[in-house]
C-alpha cells in the first residue's frame, strides 16, 4: 500500500497501477477496485446500504487479484494495458429532486441561498491515451418522476436534503458535491418550496482546497407565478471557495436563458 496516497484528503486523479496489481478505493458508501494484468482491466463495485457514510480510503497499489464473481465485475480487454489509471468524479446523469427536510416559503420580491449536497459518479478512464472503461455512482439515488402529471414530465433522481442556509452546518463527505443555490421569487405570490430540481447535466464540477468539490452557483429566479424558473448558472463556486479548479463540465451545454420546472409542491398564493 502506497502510505502517500492513503492520506490523500481526495481520491480522484491519476494513479499508476503495476501490472498484475490492483487498487482499492472506499469512496463513502462505495468500495471500489480495479486489477490490471497484460491484457485487460477489471473492475468491481460494491455499496453498502449507508448514503451518508463518510470513509475515504485509497490504497494503490494494492497486491491483490480480483476473480470473475466478485460483485458488479466488469472486463475491459486490450492488445496490451498500460499502467495509467484516471479516476473522475462527475455529477448524476439525470436532474436531482432536492426534497428539504423541512419546505420553506419564500415571500414575493425575497431571495435566498441554500447549501445543499448531492451524490457523484465516478469515471474511470486507463491507457494512454486514455480510454473511458465505465462509470459508477457513489451511491444510486431512487428514481422520482417530477412534473404536473404522469405524461408531462421527466424522470429524475431523488435527494433529501436539510437545505441548510449556513455552509458550516453542512457534513463534509467524500461522495458528495455541495452546491449553492439562489431561490428568488420576483412573482406576486408566495413560493411554496417542497421540492426543488437541480439540473446536474447541465452543471460543472470544481475542486476547492482540501479536496471537498462543488458545483458552480445555481440562480432560479421564479419571475410570474407556477413553477417555471430562469435558470442561471454561474461560472465558478460561490466566492469565498479559493482558486476552484475545473474538474468535470457539463455532460449538456445549457442554452442561455433556459427555462425549467423548478418548483413541485404546493405552489401559490398562501
Same mark, same amino acid.
Given at each position: 500500500?502506497?502510505? @502517500?496516497?492513503?492520506?490523500?484528503?481526495?481520491?480522484?486523479?491519476k494513479y +499508476?497501477?503495476?501490472? /498484475?496489481?490492483?487498487?482499492?478505493?472506499?469512496?463513502? &458508501?462505495?468500495?471500489l477496485?480495479?486489477?490490471?494484468?497484460?491484457?485487460?482491466?477489471?473492475?468491481a463495485?460494491?455499496? @453498502?446500504?449507508?448514503? !451518508?457514510?463518510?470513509?475515504?480510503?485509497?490504497?494503490?497499489?494494492?497486491?491483490?487479484?480480483? @476473480?470473475? /464473481?466478485?460483485?458488479?465485475?466488469?472486463?475491459?480487454?486490450?492488445?496490451?494495458?498500460?499502467?495509467?489509471?484516471?479516476?473522475?468524479?462527475?455529477?448524476?446523469?439525470?436532474? =436531482?429532486? $432536492?426534497?428539504?427536510?423541512? &419546505?420553506?416559503?419564500l415571500?414575493? /420580491?425575497?431571495?435566498?441561498? $441554500?447549501?445543499?449536497? +448531492?451524490?457523484?459518479?465516478?469515471? =474511470?478512464?486507463a491507457?494512454?491515451?486514455?480510454?473511458?472503461? !465505465?462509470?459508477?455512482?457513489t451511491?444510486? &439515488?431512487?428514481?422520482?418522476?417530477?412534473?404536473?402529471?404522469?405524461?408531462?414530465?421527466?424522470?429524475?433522481?431523488?435527494?433529501? +436534503?436539510?437545505?441548510?442556509?449556513?455552509?458550516?452546518?453542512? &457534513?463534509?463527505?467524500?461522495?458528495?458535491? !455541495? @452546491?449553492?443555490?439562489?431561490?428568488?421569487?420576483?412573482?406576486?405570490?408566495?413560493?411554496?418550496?417542497?421540492?426543488?430540481?437541480?439540473?446536474?447535466?447541465?452543471?460543472?464540477?470544481?475542486?476547492?482546497?482540501?479536496?471537498?468539490?462543488?458545483t458552480?452557483?445555481? +440562480?432560479l429566479?421564479?419571475?410570474? /407565478?407556477?413553477e417555471?424558473?430562469?435558470?442561471?448558472?454561474?461560472?465558478?463556486p460561490?466566492s469565498? $471557495?479559493t482558486?476552484?479548479?475545473?474538474?468535470?463540465?457539463?455532460?449538456?451545454?445549457?442554452?442561455k436563458? *433556459?427555462l425549467?420546472?423548478?418548483?413541485?409542491? *404546493? $405552489?401559490?398564493?398562501?
Amino acid at each position: 500500500m502506497d502510505e @502517500s496516497k492513503a492520506e490523500k484528503p481526495f481520491w480522484w486523479g491519476k494513479y +499508476t497501477i503495476p501490472e /498484475d496489481e490492483a487498487g482499492h478505493w472506499r469512496i463513502g &458508501p462505495l468500495d471500489l477496485w480495479v486489477y490490471r494484468s497484460r491484457h485487460e482491466w477489471r473492475i468491481a463495485s460494491e455499496n @453498502s446500504d449507508d448514503p !451518508l457514510d463518510g470513509g475515504l480510503l485509497v490504497q494503490v497499489p494494492l497486491a491483490k487479484d480480483l @476473480s470473475e /464473481d466478485q460483485p458488479n465485475a466488469h472486463r475491459f480487454g486490450f492488445r496490451k494495458t498500460k499502467g495509467t489509471l484516471l479516476l473522475v468524479p462527475t455529477l448524476a446523469d439525470r436532474s =436531482i429532486v $432536492i426534497n428539504p427536510a423541512t &419546505p420553506f416559503s419564500l415571500l414575493p /420580491d425575497e431571495e435566498l441561498t $441554500i447549501y445543499v449536497s +448531492t451524490a457523484l459518479w465516478v469515471k =474511470i478512464r486507463a491507457g494512454e491515451p486514455p480510454h473511458d472503461l !465505465l462509470e459508477i455512482p457513489t451511491y444510486r &439515488p431512487s428514481d422520482t418522476w417530477f412534473g404536473p402529471s404522469t405524461r408531462e414530465g421527466e424522470l429524475c433522481y431523488a435527494g433529501k +436534503t436539510g437545505a441548510r442556509q449556513q455552509l458550516e452546518n453542512l &457534513p463534509i463527505r467524500p461522495h458528495r458535491a !455541495l @452546491s449553492a443555490v439562489r431561490v428568488r421569487n420576483l412573482a406576486n405570490s408566495n413560493l411554496s418550496v417542497e421540492r426543488l430540481k437541480l439540473p446536474m447535466p447541465h452543471m460543472s464540477l470544481f475542486a476547492a482546497g482540501g479536496g471537498q468539490l462543488w458545483t458552480e452557483t445555481v +440562480t432560479l429566479q421564479r419571475e410570474q /407565478d407556477g413553477e417555471l424558473a430562469a435558470l442561471q448558472l454561474g461560472k465558478k463556486p460561490p466566492s469565498m $471557495i479559493t482558486k476552484p479548479s475545473l474538474i468535470s463540465g457539463p455532460r449538456e451545454q445549457p442554452t442561455k436563458g *433556459l427555462l425549467i420546472r423548478a418548483f413541485g409542491g *404546493l $405552489i401559490g398564493r398562501e
